[in-house]
């Protein structure tokens, strides 16, 4: 991929999102036309600095993982764009993906460790599947490279020739790891991939993950429900529901200064290790929405304690409220988003 005339300011930015929309026919016509769509993703926008974690939050089924996996290509886009390092890779194809070297520098961790992975192959030979497929290194090194690569994800030399059945949860989020770095990447999403796992082995695939990204400049995309891993992982916090954002920034102003309804309650539902602390807990009333048929206006206003006339006729658009933190909610001064179709979008 050529680089060569990007600015100072775009090298620091590794991933850029803008209005990303990921539909899933819900519904189809007689000839088999889609007519109505589930919207996983719907219009999200925001930019992942070269380096940096950026954790996504919200409930069970707000697109978490959809739009990780639509960014990675793994789902077609419906709308919008994605920018990796400069270069629009919105439209690539999975051989482009593959020929501008692509598959290899974004990976993806996946939530189920026992069944992400094949269990008739040794560990060694899936960790060496990807690295000979793109020939990351001549085959007769291949051997002490994935084993070099075992040992920075703390998996033994033994455990080379054993099975998937073989291993604990936490070891097989380890070879998940070492999968996704033995193809050399920049950029892993990881979905998920301590909430199957005991809170101790939590802590250490945490802080394996952090040692990762300092010893090999990774980036990282990491998804998850669980608001104190999300604190301890990540340097910015993107906060998701129903498909959509509805605040963003780092990670001191979301945890200190929580401005959207909708992250207040959430951070109200965190447990806290101080049995005499007193919890001020937001109890939200109302089941979620359905994403196949969303309410007019602001998609949390059916929950919402603090709803007025105008959330629910038209729908917030996420600002900037300073310092980077945005938020889309008509109480924090958001205008009302533009009506129209995104002229990227799929018909």
């Known amino acids: 991929m050529k680089n060569e005339?990007?600015?100072?300011?775009t090298r620091d930015i590794l991933l850029e999102v803008n209005h990303l929309k990921k539909y899933f026919p819900a519904s189809k016509s007689f000839f088999g036309k889609p007519k109505v769509f589930l919207k996983a993703v719907d219009d999200v926008s925001f930019t992942v600095p070269r380096g940096s974690t950026l954790g996504?939050?919200?409930?069970?089924?707000c697109g978490k993982t959809t739009l990780g996996r639509t960014i990675l290509h793994l789902h077609e886009i419906t709308g919008g764009q994605i920018i990796y390092d400069g270069v629009d890779i919105t439209n690539y194809t999975s051989s482009?993906?593959?020929?501008?070297?692509?598959?290899?520098?974004?990976?993806?961790?996946?939530?189920?460790?026992y069944s992400s992975l094949p269990p008739r192959m040794p560990i060694g030979?899936?960790?060496?599947?990807?690295?000979?497929?793109?020939?990351?290194?001549?085959?007769?090194?291949l051997r002490e490279y994935v084993?070099?690569?075992?040992?920075?994800?703390?998996?033994?030399?033994?455990?080379?020739?054993?099975y998937p059945?073989?291993?604990?949860?936490?070891?097989?989020?380890?070879?998940?790891?070492?999968?996704?770095?033995?193809?050399?990447?920049?950029?892993?999403?990881?979905?998920?991939?301590?909430?199957?796992?005991?809170?101790?082995?939590?802590?250490?695939?945490?802080?394996?993950?952090?040692?990762?990204?300092?010893?090999?400049?990774?980036?990282?995309?990491?998804?998850s429900h669980d608001l104190s891993v999300v604190k301890h992982i990540s340097s910015h916090v993107g906060v998701m529901y129903l498909g959509s954002m509805v605040?963003?920034?780092?990670?001191h102003e979301i945890f200190d200064n929580p401005l959207h309804p909708y992250t207040q309650s959430l951070l109200s539902a965190a447990p806290i290790p101080d049995p005499h602390a007193q919890i001020n807990r937001i109890v939200l009333t109302g089941d979620v929405p359905s994403p196949v048929n969303c309410p007019p206006g602001c998609k949390f206003h059916t929950r919402c304690s603090k709803c007025m006339d105008i959330c629910k006729q038209k729908r917030?658009?996420?600002?900037?409220?300073?310092?980077?933190?945005?938020?889309?909610?008509?109480?924090c001064g958001s205008p009302a988003e533009e009506t129209g179709e995104n002229a990227n979008e799929k018909g």
């Open 247 to 251: 605040e963003i920034g780092s990670k």
């Open 316 to 331: 917030p658009a996420l600002t900037d409220i300073g310092n980077g933190h945005k938020v889309a909610c008509f109480l």
């Open 5 to 9: 005339n990007k600015t100072e300011e």
């Open 96 to 113: 482009k993906l593959r020929k501008e070297g692509l598959r290899t520098r974004m990976q993806i961790v996946f939530q189920d460790p």
């Open 165 to 223: 059945h073989e291993f604990s949860g936490g070891q097989r989020q380890r070879i998940c790891i070492a999968r996704a770095l033995a193809v050399k990447p920049e950029f892993v999403v990881c979905d998920e991939p301590v909430s199957a796992l005991d809170v101790s082995i939590q802590a250490q695939i945490v802080n394996l993950l952090k040692k990762l990204q300092l010893d090999m400049g990774l980036t990282y995309l990491f998804i």
């Open 125 to 141: 030979d899936i960790i060496a599947e990807a690295v000979k497929v793109h020939k990351i290194v001549p085959d007769k090194e």
């Open 56 to 61: 996504i939050v919200g409930e069970s089924g």
């Open 147 to 162: 084993l070099g690569i075992m040992k920075k994800c703390g998996l033994h030399d033994y455990y080379y020739e054993r």
